[in-house]
């Protein structure tokens, strides 16, 4: 809660009871909104709190979430990743393509691999050629999109191997293995991005690179190691996602990159670089996958989810240019 | 004798935050002639046009046109009156041609269709009558930069301007298209239109001016014909009488001090060559320029914030390269740059996280920031350079100017230097934090750093320099010692004043 006092403290200075409302709700916003939503539907469907609903629902949120986790930190950098969907598939056919070659373990690591390098290679060029992320990650997200379809031919990759499917699909005191990976990859994340220099170098290139360069960060090399960050994360969404169904194919996960950058958003992480958290993300994956999950057990028409999910993520930017203006 | 005097102002005040930018000023400004505002960096010169032309709002005065009170909201409550300004950056439509830019909004049209004919025909009677003439059809950014000033000239013109403010017009100027400019506002004084020329250039206004107004940390000193002014009587009322207030004693390095930095034939081509200096150990060097004669760039390059450097730089004389400001951090290397906000401070970042951002290996374990630690560390340098509040976690964004160049000093003194470069160190704080601001650079050289200082406030370069470069187009043109350090001497040698200086201020 060091935070809740850092807030205070950093608003003492201006004596704003209003802006200090509009801090904490920016900043502790999304939890609330969580618990609102929590509540409502606790009573609105006993179906909504059960165990088996609510592992369903973290276990539904890992794909999105493991790469949310990663895209958090790209966007406080002031980057954007627009290929981690493009990624996502590139790796999951490739491990599958691999396993149904008989080498299930070779290929996962080579999928993670392949990932971690792609997200280098998108943030090389993104320094080398000083093009917005927004652009070469867009370019480079058709690239390795039609490299996969190239590797898969298009066609449904099936592993048959009973070996593939224990990442997805295995569990451990009923919970999923997928879970913990989510878990440990929050953990990692999280810690990485507030507790470490590289954190700090994140938080401060997307600040202002220019102050941070003159304080000796070296700024591009951070970047090439969050396009890297965030290329793992799709690769490691990618193996869960073709392991829990046994089979892979280069067109799966579209718009995944998209769904990941509206809930690091939702979390309360600026678009604009230079602020965000990873549990805010965290909450916002977990409120957005809440609100599917309503949805569902109330039986209300998905078209309306799609609506209302959109309102929510304008809802959160509004927001956060609020709070910004105010503070200039 | 009313309809003589086109523009009146009354007692005008304008702040900037804690900055008052003009103080009491009354001016009247005859018709038809050309009126200079001449004074340091900082001074007020450009306020004070731009609160003519409508771009700022005085805080309070009056403003009076023909005699009629007036109030400008807006550039373009000034253009209704016939006062229009003419920027030091051209501010133009880059891709469309001369004559859509001169009659840009002013279009003659029948059912909102722009009459091309009839603005040929305008285009053909306004060139005859300024004798400008700029080929019409041509886009404006094929165009160099003098004859884009003509062509904002011939827009103001055509909006039918009585009036033009021109903010250091001749700043961006080859030395050839100088001259054009000046028989431009030549042209504009015989066709009846008054102008205001704000510049820093001496000769350059003692030869086209009728009537200049010197001014002076924001108070008009003097206001007079130029028939009766010199080089010497200009640079005497931009400084004043004052040197030296609140600077504490000097206390010169030994002549044997160690040199701690050796600068050796340093260029950056277009910006400077030929840079050679040393500074010794406990040595305030200050580098003195106008803005653009490359003084800046110099400590960039130093501290490695440009590519394209050649030349030698040595430490305690041991060869260094630096290519990144990486690189000198490591070899202990320190710059306050001059933009606090766009090149110093991360302003979404607190006090402390700005203070350790160069040396964070420093108050970490591996990868691991030690936060308690850092805290603590920076929570004491807080104290001890007396930022107030002392307290790491206030975010910067919300503190005065003042507060923010402390922790910009605390930044780089976390981990001591041993060559510290302070460009504009005192840059928009008020009065009292410079004193303070001064005292800690006096501390630094002190302690046994060499300074590198840089400032457009020439009593600062004075006050606490030991040793003063004077830089002029890229080339440091003069060094002044303990023994001719003046004022004047300085002045006249990065303003060019002294006879055969250079080409630029030929008649």
Known sequence: MSRVKDSIEKLKGSGSWLALMGNLLKNYGIIIAFIIFFVILSFLSPAFLTLRNLHNIVDQSVGVGIIACAMTLAIISGNFDLSAGAIYAFSGSLAAIIAANGHVGLGFAIALLAGFSLGLLNGVIISGLRVHSFIATLATGLIIQGLALLMTNGRLIIVKNPEFVVIGQGSFLGIKYPIFIFAAWIAFTWILLSKTRFGRAVYAIGGNSEAARLSGIRVDWVRIMVFGLTGLSAALAGIIAVSRISQGQADMGSMIELQAIARVVIGGTSIMGGEGSVWGTVFGVLLMRLIGNGFNILNISPFYQRVFEGAVILFAVALDNIMRQRRR | ?507
């Open chain 2, 1 to 507: 004798m009313k309809n003589q005097w086109i523009v009146k102002l009354q007692s005008i005040d304008k702040r900037f935050g804690g900055i008052e930018a003009l103080k009491n000023i009354s001016l009247a400004i005859q018709e038809g002639t050309i009126h200079a505002l001449v004074g340091e960096n900082g001074a007020g010169k450009s306020t004070l046009g731009k609160i003519i032309a409508g771009v700022h709002r005085p805080d309070s005065g009056q403003i009076q046109v023909d005699g009629r009170a007036v109030v400008f909201n807006s550039p373009r409550d000034a253009l209704v009156e016939g006062i229009a300004m003419i920027s030091q950056e051209v501010a133009l439509v880059p891709k469309r041609t001369v004559i859509e830019n001169v009659f840009l909004g002013i279009e003659n049209t029948r059912y909102k269709i722009v009459q091309k004919n009839k603005l040929q025909k305008r285009y053909k009677e306004l060139t005859d009558r300024t004798g400008l003439f700029i080929p019409p059809d041509i886009p404006v950014s094929s165009l160099r930069i003098a004859d884009q000033k003509k062509v904002e000239v011939l827009r103001a013109v055509a909006q039918n301007t009585r009036l033009i403010v021109m903010d250091e017009p001749t700043a961006a100027l080859s030395s050839e298209e100088t001259k054009i400019l000046y028989s431009l506002v030549e042209g504009l004084k015989a066709i009846g239109t008054t102008v205001i020329y704000v510049s820093h250039f001496l000769e350059e206004v003692l030869s086209l001016a009728d009537t200049v107004t010197v001014l002076r940390n924001g108070e008009l000193i003097k206001t007079s014909p130029v028939a009766g002014e010199t080089p010497d009587s200009l640079v005497k009322a931009m400084l004043g009488g004052f040197v030296s207030l609140g600077f504490p004693e000097k206390i010169y390095p030994k002549p044997d001090a160690p040199v701690v930095l050796s600068v050796e034939n340093l260029a950056r081509k277009r910006f400077f060559e030929e840079i050679t200096f040393q500074i010794r150990e406990g040595e305030i060097v200050g580098l003195a320029g106008l803005a653009g004669s490359g003084r800046s760039e110099v400590c960039r390059a130093i501290f490695g914030a440009d590519q394209g450097i050649t030349g030698t730089i040595k430490l305690l004389d041991k060869k260094v390269e630096i290519h990144t400001p990486r690189d000198a951090v490591k070899a202990g290397i320190a710059l306050l740059p001059e933009s606090r906000k766009l090149q110093g401070l991360i302003m979404n970042f607190s006090a402390g996280h700005n203070v350790t951002l160069p040396h964070l290996s420093k108050v970490a374990f591996g990868p691991l920031i030690r936060a308690q630690e850092e805290y603590q560390l920076t929570k004491e340098l807080l104290s001890k350079l007396d930022v107030r509040p002392p307290n790491p976690r206030i975010n910067v964004g919300s503190l005065s100017g003042g507060n923010q160049q402390k922790i910009l000093f605390s930044k780089w003194l976390f981990q001591r230097p041993n060559v510290f470069i302070a460009d504009e160190p005192t840059a928009g704080v008020d009065v009292g934090a410079k004193r303070a601001i001064y005292q800690l650079i006096h501390r630094l050289a002190e302690e046994g750093m060499a300074v590198l200082l840089v400032s457009s406030d020439m009593s600062e370069i004075l006050g606490l320099s030991h040793r003063v470069l004077a830089m002029r187009k890229g080339r440091i043109v003069m060094e002044f010692t303990q023994s001719n350090l003046t004022e004047n001497k300085i002045m006249r040698a990065i303003f060019a004043a002294d006879r055969g200086g250079e080409e630029k201020c030929q008649e």
